[in-house]
Nanobody, 120 residues
């Protein structure tokens, strides 16, 4: 089974950018749809963005549309989340998750998360 591993989190000022990476160990991630989710302190985990196994379909939460871009490089076995125009409300632990078949529905394989902190 695939095991996602996130990296790229950190501290950034409002208006800045970060790029998160989701690499895969165990198996290639190229066969899996991949989603990014986040959980802020005291809040439930929420969907951020997802990409199909081919990269042909993407989907975004309204709160990040136009600011975040999800992409994948299957040759590098990695999925990316480019985050621009960051806001303090984007502060959260960001998780990468994978599933077979379509991008909707339950995700089966989860990473440990990476912290993103946006200062005002």
């Amino acid at each position: 089974q695939v095991q996602p591993v996130e990296s790229g989190g950190g501290l950034v000022q409002a208006g800045g950018s970060l790029r998160l990476s989701c690499a895969a160990s165990g198996r290639t991630i190229s066969s899996y749809a991949v989603g990014w989710f986040r959980q802020a302190p005291g809040k439930e985990r929420e969907f951020v963005a997802a990409i199909s196994w081919s990269g042909g379909n993407t989907y975004y939460a309204d709160s990040v549309k136009g600011r975040f871009t999800i992409s994948r490089d299957n040759a590098e076995n990695t999925v990316y989340l480019q985050m621009n125009s960051l806001k303090p409300e984007d502060t959260a632990v960001y998780y990468c998750a994978a599933k077979l078949r379509g991008i909707s529905g339950q995700y089966d394989y989860w990473g440990q998360g990476t912290q993103v902190t946006v200062s005002s």
